[in-house]
Structures are given as C-alpha cells and as structure tokens.
T-cell receptor, first 115, second 114 residues
C-alpha cells in the first residue's frame, strides 16, 4: 500500500471551509484514496473515497490532483462537531476478502474547529 | 439501524483473567475485523474473518483468539489478560464486493488490565 503524509494538526474557524491535505506520491494506478475520521475515540467514520475524479457527498468533497500524488479533503462549512482526527488512506479497490480489505491507519490530522 | 454493535463498552480486568468481547453487525456483511488502538496511535488489526467459518491473524494477534460464530457475530477472547492489552478495541465489518473497501466500525470497547 502507498504511504500517506498528513500534517499532524490543523485549526479552522467555525463556518469556514476546512481543507485537509494528504500526500501520496507513491500511489499506484489502481489505488483509491479514502478518508475516515475519528471523533474523540469513537469508532472511525467513513467520509468519502475516490480514484482520480473529484468526488462530493453530503459530508465533504475530495479533490485529487491530476497526477494523483496528493489530495485535499474539504469540509465546506466546518462546525464544532467536525473536530476530529482525519485519516487519509490509499488502498486498492476491489472484491478482496479478509486482510486484503483491511485499511491501514496512520496517525492522521487532528482538526480543531474553533468558535 | 444499529450497524456494528460491541459489548461491553467498558471493562476492567485483573492480570490473568479472561474475557470475551462480543461484536454483531446487522448489515449482512461478509468480512469482519477486530482492531486495537493505543493512546495517540492509529488502529492495528488483530484478527479478521473474510467469511463465516474462516478467521486469520492480522498485525498483532498474540494473546488473542477469535470466533466467527455466524455471519453476524465475531467475538474476540483474551485468555489470560496482560497489562499490555489495555487498549480500546474496535470491531468492524465490510461487504466484500460492490461497496469495495468501505469499512464500518463499532463504537469501541475500553479495556483496562490491572
């Protein structure tokens, strides 16, 4: 699996967009970029994933550079409840069972949303 | 819509005691996982089960055993608890196939071994 690099921590003002960067310069052509978050020791929560096109859902947008070596997760209007650790993970997408379906979590970015 | 349910949420054990963490999912998922998370660290895979009747070791299996009782349930057992097993334990599940690698997690079980 390609390794990812994320900043240790970031701050964001409430109501503003939070832009969380992730570098994955060794990503392979068949690896997707996944984002999860973990709010204060709760179970990790799936946010979004993508391959090469930008993706958007009700929670966030994912912008992947054309060379796919980096990506940005965007929370368009951050609230205090978005304070969490955000994990960027790259993984092959496919019909894998068992450990091949595992996601390897690094230390992530601690996002603090401030009033 | 319960998703992944773990019990107990909190447990304190004495060194050498045994216990079982229970996990059940109601999403008809094939694969199930047990992770542990130590303070300030990411999640590490203990054991996984690709389908009913199969289990395999993950990154940190020592000191643990698992049982995939049926498609819904996947339990984690500590036979002789040690202080190094003090951690937060997360159960997770995934539907192998169309939904790819979207893994859904339970809320965690806090275990302290004294």
């Amino acid at each position: 699996d390609a390794k990812t690099t994320q900043p240790t921590s970031m701050d964001c003002a409430e109501g503003r967009a939070a832009n969380l960067p992730c570098n994955h310069s060794t990503i392979s052509g068949n690896e997707y970029v996944y984002w999860y978050r973990q709010i204060h020791s709760q179970g990790p929560q799936y946010i979004i994933h993508g391959l090469k096109n930008n993706e958007t859902n009700e929670m966030a947008s994912l912008i992947i550079t054309e060379d796919r070596k980096s990506s940005t997760l965007i929370l368009p209007h951050a609230t205090l409840r978005d304070t969490a650790v955000y994990y960027c993970i790259v993984r092959v997408f496919g019909n894998y069972g068992g450990s091949q379906g595992n996601l390897i979590f690094g230390k992530g970015t601690k996002l603090s949303v401030k009033p | 819509n319960a998703g992944v349910t773990q019990t107990p949420k909190f447990q304190v054990l004495k060194t050498g005691q045994s216990m079982t963490l229970q996990c059940a999912q109601d999403m008809n998922h094939n694969s199930m996982y047990w992770y542990r998370q130590d303070p300030g660290m990411g999640l590490r895979l203990i054991y996984y089960s690709a389908s009913e009747g199969t289990t395999d070791k993950g990154e940190v299996p020592n000191g643990y055993n698992v049982s995939r009782l049926n498609k819904r349930e996947f339990s984690l057992r500590l036979e002789s608890a040690a202080p190094s097993q003090t951690s937060v334990y997360f159960c997770a599940s995934r539907l192998s196939g169309g939904s790819g690698n979207t893994i859904y997690f339970g809320e965690g079980s806090w275990l302290t071994v004294v």
